[in-house]
């Protein structure tokens, strides 16, 4: 490695992009284009970035496994931060293990953590923790002590254990401190902001207030009758009956919990649970259908009586009743929470960490847009959606699926 290379290195390892690319802006042999690259997603222009990472790759000789390696990590980077999510997880793995056979454990880690974040992002926590499990960051620099803490914060974040998280929190602002890199002390103090945002919001007696989520998890834990509207289940501190495949029923439950103790009219859950204007017999007649299946499915958490005007919620073990909702709620507000996190989203990655189908992602960005609540950029595959953050609510903690459920 010559003396530019080396210094290239050291400048991008430091954050400084520009140090870097003063060194190797004018070269074109397979270690420069590779430096380039980097720095030019340090940069933020991810499309220049990509490529040259990619022409770094192929000028890399077949003997020159490690490099090229090292090329694949550097992609899988940069597609994570443009939100690509349907990268070949195969090939960093590949990567990851030819790293570690050669002895470069360094870049192996960062693999490793882009396969956790990919994983942390799309919502499958169980599989990033036992992809962490038992790593152990130490012999790294303070730059990689910092991402390892981050990720453990992001996971405990979404376990609701705001202790661990808190924890995880303090070493990787100690690490970034010590690494000096400002890019990474500022995701670090983002993520501390997170856990002094409203995470949820508290609907109880026909009062309002927003939840930190330390307080969230101390109402998960607690006693109470919980209709989770984040997860659409309910659950008291013994059981959890899931209801997300049945919305008419939750619908109904959440409208039962927003009025407890009172009962609810009868046209009052119609129009609510069916959308319905004006009832008429064979409305009410679902609703009985309905409300028959409700009393089935929550039987071990409590009744549904039927009242002279409606039906009332009836817990059996818990002494309150209260949902559990979203900060800000309204249509497509699933999609909302992943572009709030300020970065730019292919519809294909919204596609995988929503669970849907591209083409309903599609319609729903469309009427985002012409809401004027998102905005698209690029072209066809290179197309991007995003939306500037909300102020002062804790954007990524709206996942689907943000709540443990057991």
């Known amino acids: 490695m010559d003396s530019l290379i080396a210094a290239a290195a050291r400048a991008l390892a430091a954050g400084d992009p520009l140090g870097a690319l003063n060194r190797v802006a004018l070269r074109d042999d397979a270690p420069a284009l590779a430096l380039r690259g980097i720095a030019m997603a340090q940069l933020g222009d991810l499309v220049r970035a990509k490529a040259l990472v990619r022409s770094a790759a192929r000028a890399f000789g077949p003997k020159e496994a490690v490099a090229r390696a090292r090329c694949i990590v550097a992609e899988a980077e940069i597609a994570l ?128 207030r927003l939840l930190l989520l330390d307080e969230v998890e101390a109402l998960m834990a607690s006693k109470a009758l919980v209709v989770d509207a984040c997860r659409n289940v309910v659950r008291d501190a013994g059981s959890v009956v899931a209801l997300a495949t049945r919305p008419v029923l939750f619908n109904l439950a959440r409208v039962l919990a927003e009025a407890w103790p009172a009962d609810v009219p009868r046209d009052t859950l119609i129009a609510r649970a069916f959308r319905m204007k004006h009832a008429d017999e064979s409305h009410r007649a679902r609703l009985r259908v309905e409300m028959g299946r409700l009393r089935t499915m929550l039987g071990a958490l409590a009744d549904v009586t039927a009242t002279r005007r409606g039906f009332a919620l009836v817990p059996r073990r818990a002494s309150e009743v209260v949902v559990l909702a979203r900060p800000v709620e309204e249509e497509h507000a699933s999609m909302l929470a992943f572009l709030a996190d300020g970065e730019s989203w292919s519809s294909s990655a919204l596609a995988l960490a929503l669970g849907a189908s591209q083409r309903t992602v599609q319609r729903a960005l469309d009427s985002l847009a012409a809401a004027g609540k998102v905005q698209s950029f690029g072209r066809g595959r290179a197309r991007r959606w995003m939306t500037p953050p909300m102020p002062g609510f804790a954007t990524a903690l709206l996942l689907p699926t943000p709540l443990p459920i057991d």
């Open 81 to 208: 931060a443009s939100r690509d999510l349907g990268w070949p997880a195969k090939s960093l793995d590949a990567a990851r293990a030819t790293l570690e056979a050669h002895g470069d454990h360094l870049n192996a880690a960062h693999a490793r953590y882009l396969e956790v974040r990919r994983l942390l992002l799309i919502g499958r926590l169980d599989e990033a923790e036992r992809l962490l499990d038992g790593f152990d960051p130490a012999p790294f620099p303070p730059a990689s002590s910092a991402a390892h803490e981050l990720i453990v914060a992001g996971i405990a974040m979404r376990r609701l254990r705001t202790k661990t998280a808190r924890a995880a929190l303090v070493r990787a602002g100690r690490a970034a401190r010590h690494a000096g890199i400002p890019g990474l002390t500022a995701e670090v103090e983002s993520a501390v902001r997170l856990l002094d945002s409203p995470a949820a919001r508290l609907i109880a007696r026909g009062e309002e």
